[in-house]
């Protein structure tokens, strides 16, 4: 008679260990984060984590991915300007928190590092299609005419947020949210992302 696996065994319990590791460490900066500190804070041997995801991107983006996974809110209010408020300020709650951190880590070594910049790519394609459910809407209700260029609006919407997390270190707040916000409304009502 076969003996079945018990679940949630050693690989789930390393897992586990390694990611709260990691998720601890980096709340005290990604610049003196490795694999060697990641696996003696989860109590695991370093190849193990070799083993399991090769690098310390890998360990980032396995991170990455459970916020991936969340189900995203997508404002739907009857109102462009309001939707996009509210996105924008979803934008700034995961750009301040842990998943700031790990896109910060990530995006600092995506231009050496192929893995990491596939991950951030990934993450934030899958985003933004999500979001541009927000204009999808507005064209729907005759807000906006059809063909509006949804992507290209979202795309606008998140570069000042990118901006201040990866460039200027300046800090995101509501104010700063409602701002991208209405200049993105402001730039769909003048038909800056009007079909051509």
């Given at each position: 008679?076969?003996?079945?696996?018990?679940?949630?065994?050693r690989?789930?319990?390393?897992?586990?260990?390694?990611?709260?590791?990691?998720?601890?460490?980096l709340?005290?900066?990604?610049?003196?984060?490795?694999?060697?500190r990641?696996?003696?804070?989860?109590?695991?041997?370093?190849?193990?984590?070799?083993?399991?995801w090769?690098d310390?991107?890998?360990?980032?983006?396995?991170?990455?991915?459970?916020y991936?996974?969340?189900?995203?809110p997508?404002?739907?209010?009857?109102?462009?300007?309001?939707?996009?408020?509210?996105?924008?300020?979803l934008?700034?709650?995961?750009?301040?928190?842990?998943?700031?951190?790990?896109?910060?880590?990530?995006?600092t070594?995506?231009?050496?590092?192929?893995?990491?910049a596939?991950?951030v790519?990934g993450?934030f394609?899958?985003?933004?299609?999500?979001?541009?459910?927000?204009?999808?809407?507005?064209?729907?209700?005759?807000?906006l005419?059809?063909g509006?260029?949804?992507?290209?609006?979202?795309e606008?919407?998140?570069?000042?947020?990118?901006?201040r997390?990866?460039?200027?270190?300046e800090?995101?707040?509501?104010?700063?949210?409602?701002?991208?916000?209405?200049?993105?409304?402001?730039?769909?009502?003048?038909?800056?992302?009007?079909?051509?």
């Open positions: 008679m076969p003996v079945s696996q018990r679940p949630g065994g690989s789930t319990r390393v897992r586990a260990a390694v990611l709260t590791a990691a998720r601890g460490l709340a005290d900066g990604y610049a003196e984060l490795t694999v060697e990641i696996a003696q804070a989860a109590g695991v041997n370093k190849t193990s984590v070799y083993r399991r090769t310390l991107e890998g360990v980032l983006g396995d991170l990455l991915s459970e991936a996974s969340e189900v995203v997508i404002p739907d209010t009857g109102d462009l300007g309001t939707d996009l408020e509210e996105l924008a300020l934008v700034r709650v995961g750009m301040t928190g842990e998943p700031g951190e790990l896109i910060t880590a990530l995006a070594s995506a231009p050496r590092n192929r893995r990491a596939q991950i790519r993450f394609a899958e985003r933004f299609r999500l979001a541009e459910a927000v204009v999808d809407h507005a064209i729907a209700r005759g807000e005419p059809q509006t260029d949804a992507g290209a609006a979202i606008i919407i998140g570069a000042p947020f990118f901006l997390l990866l460039v200027v270190n800090p995101i707040d509501e104010e700063f949210a409602r701002r991208a916000a209405a200049a993105t409304t402001a730039a769909l009502h003048a038909g800056v992302f009007d079909p051509k």
